[in-house]
Nanobody, 126 residues
Framework: QVPMVESGGGLVQVGDSLRLSCAPS????????MAWFRQAPGKEREFVAA????????RYADFVKGRFTISKNFAENTAYLQMNSLKPEDTAVYYC???????????????????WGQGTQVTVSS
């Protein structure tokens, strides 16, 4: 069973918006910091955004600053990625990740996260 489950992806036009959601699967376990990564065809997985356990700290990749917003519902252990002004280069599979230790040094490093989802496809058509 995949630990994290993403939803909200789809096919949109340039300039449109999407909101991705991520939550633990049916298993009950604790997660702390949560993050979004993405992988486009033929490219390596890259960091998009992260939020700390209670939301006090957020980090963004430079290419999404001002367009994407990460948030977290602490009570429901759910993370969101609001994506506005989408561009064709945002086309990718978006993965949710979560930390189980409440110890993250580099929010942008994939190996800081212990739980991952299977990803949700975002396609931006021009």
């Amino acid at each position: 069973q995949v630990p994290m489950v993403e939803s909200g992806g789809g096919l949109v036009q340039v300039g449109d918006s999407l909101r991705l959601s991520c939550a633990p699967s049916g298993r009950t376990f604790v997660t702390y910091a949560m993050a979004w990564f993405r992988q486009a065809p033929g490219k390596e997985r890259e960091f998009v955004a992260a939020v700390s356990w209670k939301g006090a700290t957020v980090r963004y990749a430079d290419f999404v600053k001002g367009r994407f917003t990460i948030s977290k519902n602490f009570a429901e252990n759910t993370a969101y990625l609001q994506m506005n002004s989408l561009k064709p280069e945002d086309t990718a599979v978006y993965y949710c990740a979560a930390d189980r230790d409440n110890y993250v040094v580099d929010y942008g490093a994939a190996d800081e996260y212990d739980y991952w989802g299977q990803g949700t496809q975002v396609t931006v058509s021009s």
